[in-house]
């Protein structure tokens, strides 16, 4: 875990979220407080069990996945 920097956390004071860029590759990430992703987290679990995303028989299909 990285301590917040002065600047993160004035920002985190104005929305329950914060975007982030990474400079070197400009990739953009959002910081959430732990309770809420923790909230999000639970809630995409139980649609992905609802729609049948992890049903065993479906791994077969990783074999089509695009490599990165």
Do not use: S
């Not at 985190?12 to 990430?29: F, I, Q, S």
């Not at 992703?37 to 139980?46: A, I, P, Q």
């Amino acid at each position: 875990m990285i301590d917040l920097t002065e600047e993160q956390q004035r920002e985190l004071e104005k929305a329950e979220l914060a975007r982030l860029r990474d400079p070197r590759t400009n990739e953009t990430y959002v910081l959430v407080r732990a309770d809420m992703y923790e909230r999000m987290r639970t809630m995409l679990d139980g649609a992905t069990k609802r729609a049948g995303w992890d049903d065993p028989t479906l791994d077969a299909y990783e074999q089509y996945r695009k490599k990165t």
